[in-house]
């Protein structure tokens, strides 16, 4: 089954880092989020990839092509003739189509150009390039079937960014920091869809997959949520990233669940 990735957006809110790469090829500790989205899925045997590219999309289809060459020891010979010797290669069994969907196509847009990429499979996952979990996703993909409709979203309770207050008239009876939002769910991508859900979908920069085609699936009982409950962060900001930099230092990521492995 394939799992196509979101990675073709500006980044505009993390503009100190997107003004050089893509925001997918932000660094959480020495590699890029993409890098571990796609480790993510592949703990969980889903390694056919499909990159929808925009945004200088050219630099992630250099990262792939250069993979082996810089995750790799090197023995460079110059004479007589230009060689190089690799000592080992990284272990991924992973398949990566790099399609490039435009520069200012919106989502819904950039799903529908890779639609030739998908295959015959009956159903297909989406997620974005920049957000990171601990969700369980062939427990996702086993909802999925279950409830038989076109698509499930995770929803997920992101972290609060500020200090939660249990208050009992003016005093303050419990302060918890950066605790889950305990309101209503968000979206936090992690997608499934069955291929149906593709001609909701139009070629034109923009169709946006949040908008019409996802609220006319919840209008037409379509859309099921598949409720997270464990670790989501999306990397918005600048702040974002260094929170994600920091659990990552410490060893304490929480998506990092193929470090058995």
Known sequence: ???????????TRLKEETVFRPKPLVTVGERPILWHIMKLY???DFKEFVLCLGYLGEMIKQYFLQYQLMNSDL???????????????????????????GVEAMTGCRLKRVEKFLGDDTDFMVTYGDGLSNVNLQELYEFHKRHGCMATVTGVRPLSRFGELTVEGEEVREFSEKTQVTGGWINGGFFVFRREFLNYLIDENS???EREPLE?????GQLKIYKHRGFWQCM??????????????????????????
Not at 1 to 11: D, E, H
Not at 84 to 100: E, F, G, M, R, S
Request: glycine share 4%; proline share 5%.
């Open 1 to 11: 089954m394939k799992v196509v990735i979101l990675c073709g957006g500006k980044g």
């Open 75 to 101: 023995t460079i010979c110059f004479t007589p003739k230009p060689e190089v010797q690799i000592h080992q290669n990284p272990k991924l069994d992973w398949q990566v189509t790099l399609a490039d969907t």
């Open 207 to 209: 169709c946006i997959l």
């Open 42 to 44: 592949a703990h969980y």
């Open 236 to 261: 918005d900001t600048y702040r974002d990233m260094e929170q994600l930099n920091k659990l990552w230092r410490i060893s304490e990521a929480p998506w990092e669940v193929w470090k058995n492995e």
């Open 216 to 220: 006319q699936m919840a209008r037409q």
